[in-house]
């Protein structure tokens, strides 16, 4: 997408340990704009599919998943992160290791909200090395609902993430594919 790739190479901040920052326009202060036209990418890209649900981890992925969630007319709902091992028979949980903090967080969700006549599009703002995704595929399988696909505003691609859900054929599409960014370079995939 265009629009978000102008976006990084004017905004973004390579930062040490293969993270970028982008908290001026997508996941701290927040360019509504963008994130409307974002959601209308993924209902243009995934509007085949007979998505119910937009599902995501918070906290960053919310208002992505809100915009595509608006632009498919149906609820987004993110998975919450629970530090605590106390978790009771009603929600679904998954173990998610962040990649910016490495810490592990327990991912729930509420059965009410996630059942087996949900087709679930998963959002969220990167791809990194994939344990987000895997984290939100396993509460979805819990669920016995099924898959549209996810939907990733960056995904970076020389990390192992993108592979990784790909060769469990899942659909993945991601708006902008960074290649490398060495020397705070930022080269996207052709
Ligand atoms: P993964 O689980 O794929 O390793 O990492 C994805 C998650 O880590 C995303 O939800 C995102 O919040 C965070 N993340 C991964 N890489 C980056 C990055 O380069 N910059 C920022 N700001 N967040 C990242």
Redesign the pocket.
Known sequence: MQRLEDRILKDGVV?G???????SF??HQIDVSLYDEIGEEFHRLFKDEPVTKVL??ES??IGLAVATARAFGVPALFAKKNRTRNIDGEVYSAA?????SGITYTIIVSKRFLTTSDHVLII????????????LLGIVNQSGASVAGCGIA?E?GF?E?GKLIRDKGIRVESLAIIDSMEDGIIKFRR
Do not use: R
């Open positions: 930062k340990g293969n993270i970028l920052k982008v908290d997508l996941n995501t981890v960053s992925g998610v290791e962040s990649f910016t969220d703002d990167f791809l990194a090395k994939g344990q987000a995704l895997l984290g960056i970076k990390q993430g």
